[in-house]
C-alpha cells in the first residue's frame, strides 16, 4: 500500500511519542516560545537572528526536522510589543542566503516594511538590518521573511507579533496557536520540491503535517468556565482552514488584529487563509472529564482533527459565563470616505482552469516558460517583485480607496495589502455583515470582493496574494502612495 | 480522548484501502480498476474519472493534498507532471491518458514505470475545448532511463 496518505502515515507513525510527550508536561499546544523583548529607556527592543536549527514538531522519537527559525526556535519567538510604544528590532542574517523580515499587518513607515529592493536593501549573509517603528494598532500581527519567501516562510521563518491593547479584555487566559503546514517526508525532514509547476498553477504547496507552535499537538488542557482569547494565526504557506469547535460557540471579535464587530462565524466555522488571523473568545462550556475536537473541514473529504480540547475534572470555575463584554477597543484606523473614494478594479488571473492563455490554461500553463503562472490585470510580477515594474496605479496621500477584486481563476486568494488595513465593503456585491477590518482578504474562486482603506501611508507598498505559489508566480503588484 | 483513538479516527477519514488490493471477479468484462489521486479542488479530474468510467475502468477517485509527492516517488519527472495521477495495475498513468493508450499499455507490458500526458492539454478526455495538435504520451521509469514517447494521439 505504498501510496497511503503521508498525513494519516505521520499520525500513526508519530504515536508512539504522545506518550513521552505528555509525560514531559508539552501535550498542550498552549504556549509559543515567549520572545526576547526587552524594556528600553524607551519602548522595547528585540535581536532576531534567522539561521537554520533542528527542532523536535512531530515527537520526541521522531527525528528532528531541519528547519530556518528565528533564534533557534520554531515558530520565531512570540514578540509581545505595547500600542504606542517605539519598538526596535536588529536583524543579523545567519542563513547562508540574504533575507528581510517584513511585519505582517503593522502600519508602520515605508522603509521598515521588509520588502527586498522596493523598501529596503536585502540583508545579505553575516550582515544585519536595524527595524524601528511604532505600532499605531493593538492586536494580532505576525512577522515572516519578505525574501526567497516561498522557501524561506515554507522552512520555518515565521513569528507572532502581539501588540497589547493599554486596557486588555478580561480572559481567563490569552492563548496564541501559530499554525503552520509543512510537507514532510517519512523521515520528519521537509520535502523538496517548492516551486512544483502544476501546484503553483493549483492551490500551492498543501503539505501533510499541520502544527501549533511549532508541534504536531494533541490536546490543549481547559478547565469548564474559564474564558479564553484564542489568537489564531494562519502562518501556513498554502493551506487554507476552516476550523469547527465542537461543542463550543466561538466568537470573533478581531480579524487580522483589528477589531470587528463580535460575532460567532457563519456555519461556525473559523475561515483562515495564509496570513490572516482571527482573535476569537473561548467560553469553555463544555463538560469536566470531556474532550471535544477541533477539526479543520475545509478540503472536505480531507478534513482531520487538528487538536482537541480536553477538560480536566475540576468544577466549573464559574456557575455562567463572563459577561463581560466581547468588543475591542477600536484601533485608529482613519475610516474610508466612500463617497469621494477613487475605485480600482483589481483582476485576478491565471492559474488551472483559468482560461489565461485560452483553452482552459492547456499546454499554455506548460509554455509559458516564463515562471508566471497569475497575473494581476495582465501583469506578471513574479519572484521577490520588480521595483522597476509599474505600480497597478498611484494615489493621492490621504485619499479613500476602493479595491475592487475580480477573481477571474478557479482558485482562492487572500490578498494582503501592506502598510494599510482595509474595510471589507462587499462580496458578490452583498454588503458584509459585520464591520470588518483586515489587511489580508479571502477572495473565492470567481468572487467579487470590495475593500477601502484610506491611503494615508506614504511609499511604494506590495499587494499580492498570500498563497506563496501564487505570489511568486505572479500574483503581485505594488500601489504607490504620494 | 487517548491517543491512540486519536489516530485511529484520523485513519479512518484518510485512508482506506485501494481499489487494487480488493478481491477482483477474473472476467474479461470486469471493469479495470483505478485509483486516482488528485488535488481537492480541481473539476477536470472528475471529469476524466468519468471518462475512465464509462470506457471500462472503475475509478476511486482520492482527494490529496499530496501529489506532487505521489507523483514524484511513482517515477514522473517534474517537467512532465500531468494534473492528476493514476495508478492502474502495476502502473502510473498520470494526466489525461486515452483510454486507448492505456490498453495499449496494459497489452504490451512494456517494463515501464509508467505513462504520462504532461499538463492539462485542452481537448483531452476530461478537458474542455479542441485539440490543438497531436498529443505525446511520454513513458517513463525509475531507473534513470529518460523518458521516452510512448504514443502520439
Known amino acids: ?482 | 480522548m487517548t491517543r491512540r483513538k486519536f489516530a485511529a479516527l484520523l485513519m479512518v477519514t484518510a485512508t482506506t484501502i485501494p481499489a487494487i488490493l480488493r478481491p477482483l471477479e477474473l472476467r474479461a468484462a470486469a471493469p479495470i480498476p483505478v485509483t486516482l489521486y488528485k488535488n481537492p479542488s480541481c473539476t477536470c479530474c472528475e471529469g476524466y474519472a468519468q471518462y475512465l468510467d464509462q470506457n471500462g475502468f472503475k475509478v476511486d477517485v482520492k482527494p490529496t493534498n499530496d501529489l506532487a509527492e505521489i507523483s514524484r516517488k511513482a517515477g514522473i519527472p517534474e517537467d512532465l507532471q500531468g494534473c492528476h495521477t493514476s495508478f492502474i495495475g502495476d502502473y502510473v498513468v498520470d494526466g489525461h491518458v486515452p483510454v486507448r493508450t492505456i490498453r495499449k499499455l496494459l497489452d504490451e507490458k512494456p517494463a515501464i514505470a509508467g505513462i504520462t500526458l504532461p499538463g492539462m492539454p485542452a481537448g483531452t478526455p476530461g478537458m474542455p475545448g479542441e485539440k490543438a495538435g497531436p498529443l505525446t504520451i511520454y513513458a517513463v521509469s525509475r531507473d534513470g532511463t529518460p523518458p521516452r514517447v510512448f504514443d502520439v494521439d
Open chain 1, 1 to 482: 500500500m505504498p501510496f497511503t496518505s503521508v498525513l494519516a502515515l505521520h499520525r500513526r507513525g508519530f504515536l508512539q511519542s504522545g506518550a513521552a510527550c505528555a509525560l514531559a508536561g508539552l501535550s498542550g499546544p498552549a504556549f509559543a516560545a515567549v520572545g526576547n523583548v526587552t524594556p528600553q529607556s524607551e519602548g522595547f527592543a528585540a535581536r532576531l537572528r534567522p539561521g537554520s536549527a533542528r527542532v523536535r514538531m512531530v515527537g520526541d522519537e521522531a527525528p528532528a526536522t531541519a528547519v530556518w527559525t528565528y533564534n533557534g526556535v520554531e515558530p520565531g519567538p512570540a514578540l509581545r510589543l505595547r500600542q504606542g510604544a517605539p519598538f526596535r528590532a536588529g536583524v543579523e542574517n545567519g542563513l547562508t542566503e540574504a533575507t528581510t523580515v517584513h511585519w505582517h499587518g503593522i502600519r508602520l513607515p515605508n522603509a521598515m516594511d521588509g520588502v527586498p529592493g522596493l523598501t529596503q536593501p536585502t540583508i545579505l549573509p553575516g550582515r544585519g538590518f536595524e527595524y524601528a517603528f511604532t505600532p499605531p494598532d493593538a492586536g494580532t500581527f505576525w512577522y515572516h521573511s519578505h525574501e526567497n519567501s516561498l522557501v524561506q516562510m515554507g522552512r520555518g521563518l515565521v513569528g507572532a507579533l502581539i501588540v497589547e491593547e493599554r486596557e486588555p479584555p478580561a480572559v481567563d487566559r490569552d492563548l496564541l496557536w501559530v499554525i503552520q503546514d509543512w510537507r514532510l517526508a517519512r523521515n520528519a525532514q521537509i520535502a523538496p520540491g517548492f516551486n512544483n509547476r502544476m501546484e503553483a498553477a493549483m492551490d500551492g504547496r498543501v503539505g501533510n503535517t499541520v502544527t501549533i507552535n511549532g508541534r504536531l499537538p494533541e490536546t490543549l488542557q481547559v478547565r469548564a468556565g474559564e474564558r479564553v482569547r484564542l489568537r489564531l494565526l494562519n502562518a501556513a504557506i498554502a493551506r487554507i482552514m476552516a476550523l469547527r469547535f465542537e461543542g463550543h460557540r466561538p466568537v470573533i471579535v478581531a480579524v487580522d488584529g483589528q477589531p470587528c464587530d463580535p460575532h460567532e462565524p457563519a456555519d461556525g466555522r473559523i475561515l483562515l487563509g495564509p496570513a490572516m488571523r482571527a482573535d476569537v473568545m473561548l467560553d469553555m462550556q463544555g463538560e469536566p472529564g470531556h474532550a471535544y475536537r477541533v477539526v479543520d473541514d475545509f478540503y472536505g473529504r480531507l478534513a482531520y482533527t487538528l487538536v482537541s480540547l480536553s477538560y480536566n475534572a475540576s468544577a466549573p470555575l464559574r456557575p455562567h459565563p463572563v459577561d463581560a463584554p466581547l468588543r475591542l477597543p477600536r484601533n485608529p484606523v482613519p475610516r474610508p470616505d466612500l463617497a469621494s473614494a477613487v475605485l480600482h478594479e483589481v483582476r485576478l488571473q491565471g492559474g488551472m482552469m483559468g482560461g489565461m492563455s485560452g483553452g482552459g490554461m492547456g499546454g499554455g500553463m506548460m509554455g509559458m516558460g516564463s515562471g508566471a503562472a497569475w497575473a494581476i490585470n495582465g501583469q506578471s510580477m513574479t519572484g521577490d517583485g520588480n521595483p522597476d515594474m509599474p505600480p497597478l496605479f498611484r494615489i493621492d496621500r490621504g485619499r479613500s480607496c476602493v479595491l475592487d477584486f475580480r477573481n477571474e481563476t478557479a482558485w482562492w486568494h487572500p490578498m494582503h495589502l501592506h502598510g494599510h488595513s482595509f474595510n471589507v465593503l462587499s462580496r458578490d456585491s452583498v454588503p458584509v455583515p459585520h464591520d470588518e477590518w483586515g489587511d489580508t482578504v479571502l477572495v473565492r474562486p470567481r468572487e467579487r470582493v470590495r475593500v477601502a482603506f484610506v491611503a494615508d501611508n506614504p511609499g511604494d507598498w506590495m499587494l499580492h496574494c498570500h498563497v506563496m505559489n501564487h505570489q511568486v508566480g505572479g500574483l503581485m503588484t505594488t500601489i504607490r502612495v504620494t
